[in-house]
């Protein structure tokens, strides 16, 4: 199943939901992306998934 993954760009702080404003954070996702591992943000309130550009290195190397 792909999920939507919408694009955020992020000012000072990303912790209201633009869909439906649920104030209280939210939960981590990853998503493989060819060699980038994409760290995805979900809304516990209505489960729309933000890219916010975040990136998580598996493996430890800056290369």
């Not at 869909?19 to 994409?38: A, E």
């Not at 998934?49 to 430890?60: E, K, Q, S, Y």
Request: hydrophobic content about 30%; aromatic content about 10%.
């Amino acid at each position: 199943m792909t999920q939507k993954i919408i694009t955020v760009k992020m000012k000072e702080e990303f912790r209201t939901c633009p869909t439906c404003g649920y104030r209280d954070g939210f939960h981590s996702m990853f998503r493989q992306d060819g060699d980038t591992t994409k760290w995805l943000l979900i809304c516990p309130s209505c489960h729309d998934a933000f890219d916010i550009g975040l990136t998580a290195n598996r493996n430890g190397s800056s290369e």
